[in-house]
């Protein structure tokens, strides 16, 4: 079984709320984005910012986890938004600042307009690109993980 290697981007404190909770949203909570994760998928959330919509520039990797069952769920947050979640087991790890990792990173086809990878909320990347975001946030990643 080949597992596939996850981008999403979240603000931080987003970000915290589902380590807190153990799932992830995507795209504002929408289905479609969370649909393409299988379990065992290995997720790093990148945080442009600290807040959304206007929080302080981070530009960080602030979270890394492995999707549990690949189960999609939807919650009710207030009678007008109830997203889709999740669940995600998340790894100890520390904010890794994208900056230094630009020129490594072959996902990134742009160097100077690097934060254009990152628009679409989610993206997919190589096992070697996932490998050193991994090793820049201070986890040992495991190859045969979530096997």
């Known amino acids: 079984m080949s597992n596939n290697y996850w981008i999403g981007v979240v603000s931080k404190s987003h970000v915290q709320r589902g380590v ?3 799932f992830i949203q995507l795209n504002h909570g929408k289905k479609a984005a969370v ?8 997720l790093a959330m990148y945080s442009p910012r600290t807040d959304y919509p206007d929080g302080e520039a981070l530009q960080a990797f602030t979270a890394i986890g492995t999707v549990v069952s690949g189960e999609v769920y939807q919650v009710e ?3 007008d938004f109830k997203p889709f979640r999740m669940d995600v087991t998340f790894h100890s790890c520390q904010d890794a600042p994208i900056k230094p990792l630009i020129g490594q990173l072959s996902f990134i086809k742009d160097k100077t307009h690097w934060g254009s990878a ?4 989610q993206l997919r990347v190589s096992q070697e ?4 975001i991994a090793q ?3 986890h ?8």
Do not use: T, Y
């Not at 649909?35 to 290995?42: I, T």
């Not at 990152?118 to 909320?121: I, N, T």
């Not at 040992?140 to 096997?147: E, F, K």
């Open 77 to 79: 947050m207030s009678p």
């Open 136 to 138: 820049a946030m201070g």
């Open 129 to 132: 690109d996932f490998l050193r």
């Open 140 to 147: 040992p990643m495991m190859v045969a993980a979530a096997a």
């Open 20 to 22: 807190r909770g153990g």
């Open 35 to 42: 649909q393409r994760l299988k379990a065992g998928d290995m």
């Open 118 to 121: 990152f628009r679409f909320g």
